[in-house]
């Protein structure tokens, strides 16, 4: 990712506008249409959404979230949502995104976009998303990028004074601190019977729990601060400011017109418009700044926070030194204060660490344990002294952190019990523990202490939106978050549906405290599972830990399946909305593996030839199998830099057909078998995809290439089998090797031999031609696999070692 003299001469979009434009959205389509991507956000919370977004249309398998707390990172992902001071820039990507690039004149975290804006490149397209106020910086540090202008897609209005009475549904009210984003949320309590709260130092849990509550209606006000204003996609048509100052870390100072603007433009979804007010407690805004928020024109950026990326480590003074260097561009303003130059300053006057840090290593690891983050804030001396302990620990013995020291901070944060305020105080400690426990090598069992970490925060973050509720949400607005009661009851005689357990179900799982579970914590429990922990049958059925939860359902084509939950008053709407977005990423999971794994939107952009995207279109459609009368023309236009691409993504150009090489495994053949069943509303035919050899009348009238058969001979013959016979037929002693494979598959007779006639050879296993070389392209026969034989790779079922027909194995 990182800018390279190759990287520099990529494509750099920078799309600039107001909220509501449209732009994240146009962001994340246009990462889709490469092959890799990653994409910077500024906030967590931001990043979650996207990774959400992104994983409901292409599944979990081939995305990977990456924050300082937070890392879900599958085996192979190709594309990376990140927080921006998280992308990894090692990594070489097609496309790179950083969005709200105007933080790069934040006084505190602007340098970490300012170096991204300077040096973060995909290796094809970069896109900067960001205010319009960040034009001429743009043009005047990246003169080749392509600038554009994005529209609102809403109008936004101002509505004067409004007291809190006055507010209408589907309203936030935004405030500047803790205790009275808390005060406005009881007085709204009192009045309008519930409402959620989301601040930035919720975690995501919690964040998500909330903000599901309000979206699904269950509340219809919102309480805030700031931190709804990065992105966070809200139903909101109105947002009253209850204040127009804040603490910006070392005083009090008035919001400019653009955060205002950033904030109030959270009002109004899409073509929807939406309004901004202030309290009846504060004065009116200016017409000035009413203007300027209506119209949103503001004064353009004119400097830029930075910091020297180029670091002396020969010593501590010497990385205070470089660090303090002053920047030789004129655009550029060195950052006046950040946390980990404070904490390295104080430290480096340490004794003790003096004597340690005399060599590169040493000072390289004392940056590393500074730059640890303090999500307590404003307890800055026993941040310092935290960090004082971890780099004595690092920097001596085996280099570890001790387990019984990290068990003593770790362990008094293990506790649910307490007010908002000290739930509040043991997430911001856990925090760091959980970022600690992410940085590489310092811990010995590292996954062992992620795991805890992570349970405790989600523990915590249960029992803070459990105090939220309880506190903000009368129980005549909602039901209280309630504990699932135990379930003694039977399902009813001859219920048939799959989800009669269910109950069941919900009563036997137990919390964190050992009592049955509440619903958010079974739905957190659900969002967080990996892929393993969920099992879909042939019926499209899908269980959670052993016990059906949801439905797959009929969608308009067997990649689009849909996902029905249980019909039940189990969830409340919130519940379900979490639900149901894990699910749909579950679902696009289970298309990606019945193509075996073939990214096909990875060739729907505008600079893949017309040949390229449809046979990648066509390739999708058939789930990861088509004849090569529909493949062939549109292979020989490809050039042949295409087709290797084709190829390594693991796409092979057999005797008969044109298929992906893991689209003929036995597991990737059942789930193209449910797929297609779900489509046809029917069960899978008997013995589909078991058996290699099936009575044409065992299919029911139904297609027998769309669950994975050819109908040769009068009989139906799995592909995988299929494309075996059509290679071995080909071999110059292909007697010796389809004799017996025909007496597997039980084919004799007259049978036998029109199986083999179709198939190109004659009755007795005579090889037959090759068909001559084709115009930019190689031989029809079937491309190596990366073992250098030919046809499907040995893991598929037609290279298996032979078994009787109908074991569930190929032949």
């Known amino acids: 990712m990182t800018a390279s003299p190759s990287h520099r001469s990529s494509v750099v979009v920078a799309e600039l506008g107001p909220t509501n434009t449209g732009k994240t959205h146009r962001a994340i389509e246009r990462m889709l249409e490469h092959d890799t991507g990653i994409m910077g956000l500024p906030l967590r919370l931001l990043a979650r959404e996207v990774y959400d977004r992104v994983t409901a249309r292409v599944g979990e398998g081939r995305v990977a979230l990456m924050t300082g707390e937070e890392k879900r990172i599958p085996p192979r992902p190709d594309y990376w949502i990140c927080t921006v001071e998280a992308m990894p820039t090692d990594r070489q990507v097609d496309f790179v995104a950083v969005d709200e690039i105007q933080l790069a004149a934040h006084r505190e975290r602007g340098h970490v976009f300012t170096d991204r804006l300077l040096h973060a490149r995909g290796l094809k397209e970069t896109w900067f998303l960001g205010a319009e106020t960040m034009r001429p910086m743009v043009q005047s540090l990246i003169p080749h990028a392509s600038l554009k202008r994005a529209t609102r897609l809403s109008q936004l209005r101002y509505s004067g004074h409004r007291s809190l009475k006055s507010l209408p549904p589907r309203s936030a009210v935004v405030a500047f601190s803790a205790d009275r984003v808390y005060e406005l949320a009881e007085a709204l309590r009192r009045l309008r019977g519930g409402v959620a709260v989301v601040l930035g130092a919720l975690s995501p849990r919690t964040r998500n729990a909330q903000v599901a509550m309000y979206q699904a209606g269950e509340v219809q006000y919102l309480v805030a601060t700031d931190a709804i204003g990065m992105g966070l996609n809200l139903d909101l048509n109105h947002v009253a400011f209850a204040a127009l100052s804040k603490f910006d870390g070392s005083e009090p100072r008035e919001l400019f017109p653009d955060e205002l603007a950033q904030i109030a433009g959270r009002a109004g979804r899409h073509l929807n418009d939406g309004s901004f007010a202030t309290l009846n407690t504060l004065p009116e805004l200016s017409p000035r700044v009413v203007s300027a928020i209506e119209t949103h024109r503001f004064p353009a950026v004119r400097s830029l926070i930075w910091r020297n990326a180029s670091l002396d480590f020969s010593s501590p003074e010497s990385l205070l030194e470089s660090l303090s260097q002053a920047p030789r561009h004129n655009a550029f303003v060195r950052v006046e204060r950040a946390d980990d130059f404070d904490a390295l300053r104080h430290l480096s006057s340490v004794p003790a660490i003096q004597e340690v840090a005399t060599h590169r290593s040493m000072v390289e690891l004392l940056w590393q344990v500074c730059q640890v983050p303090d999500f307590r804030k404003g307890l800055f001396g026993l941040h310092v002294s935290l960090l004082r302990d971890t780099f004595l620990q690092l920097s001596a013995g085996d280099g570890k952190l001790e387990p019984g020291w990290l068990s003593r901070q770790v362990s008094p944060l293990d506790d649910v019990s307490g007010d908002i305020h000290t739930l509040m105080d043991r997430l911001a400690a856990i925090r760091i523990w959980t970022y600690i426990s992410h940085r590489p090598g310092w811990l010995d069992d590292a996954e062992a202490w992620q795991e805890r970490t992570r349970r405790i925060e989600d523990a915590l973050g249960d029992a803070l939106h459990e105090r939220l509720v309880e506190r903000f949400v009368q129980r005549a607005a909602r039901r209280s978050p309630r504990r699932f009661a135990r379930n003694t009851a039977q399902p009813a005689a001859g219920s048939d549906s799959p989800f009669a357990k269910l109950g069941l179900l919900l009563g036997e799982v137990t919390g964190t405290d050992g009592a049955a579970m509440t619903e958010e914590q079974f739905v957190q429990r659900v969002v967080d599972a990996t892929h393993d922990a969920f099992q879909v049958d042939a019926s499209g059925t899908i269980s959670f830990e052993g016990e059906p939860l949801a439905r797959l359902v009929r969608g308009k084509d067997r990649r689009s399946p849909q996902v029905a939950l249980a019909e039940s008053e189990v969830w409340t709407g919130g519940a379900r909305r979490q639900l149901e977005r894990r699910l749909v990423a579950l679902a696009r999971d289970l298309v990606t593996e ?96 078991r058996e290699p050899v099936l009575e044409v009348a065992a299919l029911g009238g139904l297609s027998a290439r769309a669950f994975g058969y050819e109908v040769l001979g009068g009989v139906a013959l799995r592909i995988d089998i299929v494309e075996r016979l059509s290679e071995a037929l080909r071999q110059p002693q292909s007697a010796r090797q389809v004799q017996p494979l025909m007496q597997e598959l039980r084919l004799e007779g007259g049978v036998h031999r029109r199986v083999l006639r179709e198939l190109g050879g004659a009755a007795t296993g005579t090889p037959a031609k090759r068909r001559r070389r084709r115009r930019g392209g190689r031989p029809s026969a079937p491309a190596a696999g990366p073992s250098g034989a030919r046809g499907p790779p040995a893991h598929a079922g037609a290279a298996q070692s032979p078994k009787k027909a109908g074991d569930g194995g190929g032949p």
Do not use: K
């Not at 075996?596 to 990875?602: A, V």
């Not at 995207?613 to 062939?632: F, M, N, P």
């Open 594 to 689: 019945a193509m075996g794994g073939f990214p096909s939107e990875s060739f729907s952009s505008e600079g893949r030839s017309g040949a390229a995207r449809g046979l990648a279109y066509r390739l999708a459609e058939g789930l990861g199998v088509i004849s090569q009368t529909e493949a062939h023309e549109q292979w020989r236009l490809l050039d042949e830099e295409t087709q290797e691409r084709f190829r390594t993504l693991g796409v092979r150009e057999g005797q008969r057909f044109f298929y992906v090489a893991n689209a003929l495994t036995p597991h990737a053949l059942e789930r193209r078998c449910m797929l297609t069943a779900l489509l046809h509303q029917r069960t899978a035919p008997p013995g589909v995809p």
